[in-house]
């Protein structure tokens, strides 16, 4: 069986969040299985991407409207990788130092829709060109959305027409709505398919996917359950194609994450002695900024947006002391450059008790995840969240708002076989409420370092949910033979 995953993140070549983690981690879950699997990513202009050795495979030319779009397929190459990995070079489209957002100004590249429209029709013209076509193409995200629809409805993809497709969706807050008026830069597709396009008046490569793919996932449970309830105008959609939905939680690369041998950090330890050795990495992240050693950490690391409650995090700082709550907060992240100002406000006023690094930065992340006590994720949505598993493993106990994907994986302490920190509603009171627990909890060695062997010791790998993939993947390979 041989699966492409098209997508705009992979770790270590692109990565914004958790989409780079689990297309980093997933095919290669895949390759030990026996599966072929391959990924396709666009060609950014961008540090991570330069480390690859790369070799072209393939020139073609896209239409956009009567405007020819020149794009170069490479094979990428890194000892470290067991998949294969290829990238698209679109000039002026990709090769920029961002991936969503313009690092000069912290906001999102104005021409998202050209982009990502040329990227999927450059992808689906190199397959076609190719010897060996997937037998599944598995799309991530709104940026591949239309691949569905163009696979099942425009003639010049007829060769394709066969392949089943899965549509991944890891965050269902961004859907790619576009103008009605920018089908006119679709290539031409059957007429009696029009309404497949259409959502509300607009475009929207996620309502299109859901439309037209073979099946669909959510990276959780719960966040299948939500999306019916509440995402952005796609409710009756979800509630109506519910039937070609399922929830297949993410997991974590246990090998890449592992605290007894990464090279990122100082300290390695295992659950056994994490009680013992953890402390050098808390040490190295308290030399590293203004906190007080005595009381707790507790970290937030993402992107700096409501919906990870980072507005939360900011009015929750400032109201500490009043509430005769004694922690430190650290934040990583970056984000809405107004939450950034109130971060570096923050970090002035709180000094000592909240510190923050405003940045992208891989390794502070790893050297946060070992060194904290306390990951806090007061998410306003969480599609599954793979920061409290990170946390977790590293021996950092999570406090987390009961939503998604961290509904599905962390249980309150209180409750039979629990070992998180959890609360309901997205307030200050609330959340002020979860880390006096934390506190406390802190305040009680014995009980903290029996809690934090128990969630090292959790099991959050890829096996399982890579073999619901397989099982999916087995199950849309039989309809295939069958139509
Ligand atoms: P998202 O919704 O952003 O994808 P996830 O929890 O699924 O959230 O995944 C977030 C991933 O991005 C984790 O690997 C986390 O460690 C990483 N991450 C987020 N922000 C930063 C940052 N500023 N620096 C380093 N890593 C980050």
């Known amino acids: 069986m041989y699966v492409l995953h098209v997508s705009t993140e992979c770790y270590p070549a692109a990565k914004v969040g958790g989409l780079g983690d689990v297309v980093g ?30 070799e072209p495979i393939k020139s ?24 294969e990995l290829f990238a698209v070079d679109i000039p002026g489209l990709f090769d920029r130092p961002g991936i969503y957002l313009d690092p000069g100004t912290g906001y999102p590249y104005g021409d998202e829709f050209y982009r990502y429209l040329s990227f999927q029709l450059a992808v689906l013209d190199w397959v076609q060109s190719c010897h060996q076509k997937p037998d599944i193409l598995h799309c991530h995200d709104h940026h591949t959305g239309w691949i569905p629809f163009f696979i099942s409805s425009c003639s010049m993809f007829s060769d394709l027409a066969s392949i089943p497709s899965m549509f991944t ?23 009696d398919k029009i309404g497949l396009l259409d959502w509300d008046s607009h475009l929207n490569a996620m309502a299109t996917a859901i439309k037209c793919c073979w099946v669909y996932n959510t990276v959780s449970k719960h966040y299948l359950s939500e999306l019916s309830q509440s995402c952005r105008g796609l409710e009756p959609l979800f509630q109506l194609e519910q039937q070609k939905g399922i929830g297949i939680l993410n997991g974590i690369d246990t090998q890449l994450w592992d605290p007894n041998t990464d090279p990122t950090i100082n300290y390695h330890y295992t659950k056994t002695s994490a009680d013992k050795k953890r402390s050098g990495n808390r040490e190295d992240l308290l030399n590293k900024f203004h906190l007080d050693p005595k009381l707790p950490i507790m970290s937030f690391i993402g992107r700096l947006v409501p919906e990870k409650g980072a507005d939360l995090v900011a009015e929750l700082i400032p109201l500490l002391t009043s509430n005769d709550l004694h922690v430190n907060i650290l934040v ?38 070992s060194g904290s006590d306390f990951l806090f994720m007061p998410s306003k949505v969480e599609p599954c969240g793979l920061n409290q598993l990170y946390a977790m493993r ?20 209180d409750e039979k076989g629990g070992y998180g920190i959890c609360f309901e509603e997205f307030t200050v009171q609330q959340a ?14 014995k009980t903290f370092h029996a809690l934090q062997k128990k969630v090292m010791g959790l099991n959050f790998s890829w096996d399982r949910s890579a073999a619901m993939y397989t099982e999916v993947y087995q199950d849309l390979l039989e309809r295939a033979v069958a139509s």
């Not at 590293?394 to 961290?406: D, H, K, Q, S």
Request: a neutral charge.
């Open 25 to 54: 981690a997933l095919p290669k879950f895949q390759v030990a299985a026996g599966i072929r699997s391959g990924v396709i990513i666009p060609k950014y202009d961008t540090q991570q991407i330069r480390q690859f050795n790369s």
């Open 60 to 83: 073609g030319k896209i239409n956009l409207a009567g405007n020819e779009v020149a794009y170069q397929v490479y094979k990428l190459f890194d000892e470290a990788i067991a998949f």
């Open 169 to 191: 969706i890891h965050n269902g807050m961004y859907q790619g709505i576009y103008p009605w008026e920018n089908q006119r830069f679709f290539p031409p597709y059957a007429w």
């Open 332 to 369: 990583l992240g970056t984000g809405d450059p107004e939450l950034h100002r109130r971060f570096l406000q923050l970090k002035e006023i709180m000094r000592g008790r909240f510190d923050c690094s405003l940045e992208y930065n891989e390794s502070l992340s790893h050297l946060i995840y």
């Open 394 to 413: 590293y021996g950092a106990i999570p406090i987390v708002r009961t939503t998604g994907g961290l509904k599905d994986t962390v249980v309150d302490m």
């Open 432 to 445: 002020m409420g979860a880390l006096k627990r934390a506190k406390d909890l802190f305040d009680d060695p």
